[in-house]
C-alpha cells in the first residue's frame, strides 16, 4: 500500500542553524504535499503546502521542495528559533486520502 | 471560538469497558476524521466521513466504532478497552474530502487503559 517515509526521526540544531526534514512517498498518483507542525501538547497544525505542479515553496523562514521525478520532498526551517521545536509531518496525497508520515521531532537548542 | 472541539480531554479507564469520545466542528465542513496517536508520535488515519457517510475505514478492529450523527459532529465509541488502545486520538475536520484541504485538529484526548 501507500506509505510515507520521513527522516531523520529526530533533529537536534542549535538556535540560528537551518534544519531540513525529508520524506519520500511511494504512490504515483499523489499530488498534495503538506507539512504539518504539531508542538508538545498541542494539535497538529498545517504550516505550508505544495502542490505537484511546484516545484519549491517559501513563506518567510520555511520552505518546501518537491522533486516528483524522485517522489522525494522536503521542509527547509532556516534562522531556526527555540519556538521552532515540535514534532513536523508530512503528508502525502492523492484524491481523497492524505497519508501522513511518521514524524520528526525537531529540538532547536538556545 | 474553538473550530474542532473534543471532549474528553483525559480518559482513564480500566481494561474491558466502553467508552467513547465526542467530536464536534463549527466550521461547516463537510468532512471529519478520526486519528490515533501512539507512543512513538505516528498519525494513523482510522476514520474519514464525508456528510456522514464513511468514506475511509482503515485497519482498525472492529471494537472502534465511529458515528456521525450530522456533518457537524463525529464520534468514536470503543468497546471492551485494550492497553494497545492507550493513545491521543485527534479528531480532524476539512471543507471537503478532497486530500488538496487544510485539516483542522481538535486538541485531542488522551486515552490511558490500565
Known amino acids: 500500500g501507500e506509505n510515507v517515509e520521513q527522516h531523520p526521526s529526530t533533529l537536534s540544531v542549535q538556535e540560528g542553524d537551518s534544519a531540513v526534514i525529508k520524506c519520500t512517498y511511494s504512490?504515483?498518483?499523489?499530488?498534495?504535499f503538506p507539512w504539518y507542525k504539531q508542538e508538545l501538547g498541542k494539535r497538529p497544525q498545517l504550516i505550508i503546502d505544495?502542490?505537484?505542479?511546484?516545484g519549491e515553496k517559501k513563506d518567510q523562514r520555511i520552505a518546501v521542495t518537491l522533486n516528483k521525478t524522485a517522489k522525494h520532498f522536503s521542509l527547509h526551517i532556516t534562522e531556526t528559533q527555540p519556538e521552532d521545536s515540535a514534532v513536523y509531518f508530512c503528508?502525502?496525497?492523492?484524491?481523497?486520502?492524505?497519508?501522513f508520515g511518521t514524524g520528526t521531532l525537531l529540538a532547536v537548542q538556545p | 471560538d474553538t473550530a474542532v472541539s473534543q471532549t474528553p480531554k483525559y480518559l482513564v479507564t480500566q481494561m474491558g469497558n466502553d467508552k467513547s469520545i465526542k467530536c464536534e466542528q463549527n466550521?461547516?465542513?463537510?468532512?471529519m476524521y478520526w486519528y490515533k496517536q501512539d507512543s512513538k508520535k505516528f498519525l494513523k488515519i482510522m476514520f474519514s466521513y464525508n456528510n456522514k457517510e464513511l468514506i475511509i475505514n482503515e485497519t482498525v478492529p472492529n471494537r472502534f466504532s465511529p458515528k456521525s450523527p450530522d456533518k457537524a459532529h463525529l464520534n468514536l465509541h470503543i468497546n471492551s478497552l485494550e492497553l494497545g488502545d492507550s493513545a491521543v486520538y485527534f479528531c480532524?475536520?476539512?471543507?471537503?474530502?478532497?486530500?488538496?484541504?487544510?485539516?483542522?485538529f481538535g486538541p485531542g484526548t488522551r486515552l490511558t487503559v490500565l
Open positions: 503528508g502525502s496525497g492523492a484524491t481523497n486520502k492524505l497519508i
Open positions: 505544495i502542490r505537484s505542479n511546484v
Open positions: 480532524a475536520s476539512s471543507r471537503d474530502s478532497s486530500s488538496y484541504n487544510e485539516q483542522f
Open positions: 466550521l461547516g465542513h463537510d468532512t
Open positions: 504512490d504515483s498518483a499523489s499530488n498534495y
